[in-house]
Every structure is written in structure tokens, then in C-alpha cells.
């Protein structure tokens, strides 16, 4: 069975740090490209960090760069999101992804893990 498990949110005060986790199951991660996107309340799903499968390089939406920092355990199958200097507008609902298009496409997602960032 396929699973993508996120774990690591919580409520923290702006200013404050928080590690995302996302275990997978179910398939081999070192092949798929890594996301972590965020969905506020009214607003649409956005991509937040990508982490590649070939080299490692990442990606980052623009209000998170220098804040944020995803890494990949393939030997753990894991990722993870490194938040620090968090602000009232990171509050969320983040997802990891995975996602893959060779030899075959396949996307998988996790079920979210809240983040609340408030005084």
C-alpha cells in the first residue's frame, strides 16, 4: 500500500521554527522528485519547496526562500521541510508529494499536516 505520512506541525508563534517530516511507503522515493505544497483556508494548493531525484537541486517559492530548506533521506525514504522565521502568513495545511514521469508517470500525496503560526 502506497503512503505518503506527514507528521511535525503544530502551533508555533511567529518568529518560531518547526521541522516537517514526510515518511513514505509502499515505493522507492529515490526516483521521484519531492514536494511540499500548503493550502490556506480559501486559497488554492501552492507549491512551497521541490527537492529532484537526479542531483538534489531545489526549489523554492519566492516568500520562503532563505526560511525554508527541503532535504531527502533515500535511505529512509523520507523528506523533510525545515521552516524557520515563521510568519502568521505561512499558516496552513502542508502536503508532501511525490511525483515521477520515467519510466511511467505516477503521483502520490500525502494526507497534510496543519501549521498554525500565531501570537
Known amino acids: 500500500q502506497v503512503q505518503l505520512v506527514e507528521s511535525g506541525g503544530g502551533l508555533v508563534q511567529p518568529g518560531g521554527s518547526l521541522r516537517l517530516s514526510c515518511a513514505a511507503s509502499?515505493?522507492?522515493?529515490?526516483?521521484?522528485?519531492m514536494s511540499w505544497y500548503r493550502q490556506a483556508p480559501g486559497k488554492e494548493r501552492e507549491l512551497v519547496a521541490l527537492?529532484?531525484?537526479?542531483?538534489?537541486?531545489?526549489n523554492y517559492k519566492d516568500s520562503v526562500k532563505g526560511r525554508f530548506a527541503i532535504s531527502r533521506d533515500n535511505a529512509k525514504n523520507s523528506v523533510y521541510l525545515q521552516m524557520n522565521s515563521l510568519k502568521v502568513e505561512d499558516t496552513a495545511v502542508y502536503y508532501c508529494?511525490?511525483?515521477?514521469?520515467?519510466?511511467?508517470?505516477?503521483?502520490?500525496w500525502g494526507q497534510g499536516t496543519q501549521v498554525t503560526v500565531s501570537s
Open positions: 508529494n511525490a511525483r515521477r514521469w520515467l519510466p511511467s508517470k505516477s503521483e502520490y
Open positions: 509502499g515505493f522507492t522515493t529515490s526516483t521521484y522528485a
Open positions: 527537492i529532484t531525484s537526479l542531483d538534489g537541486s531545489t
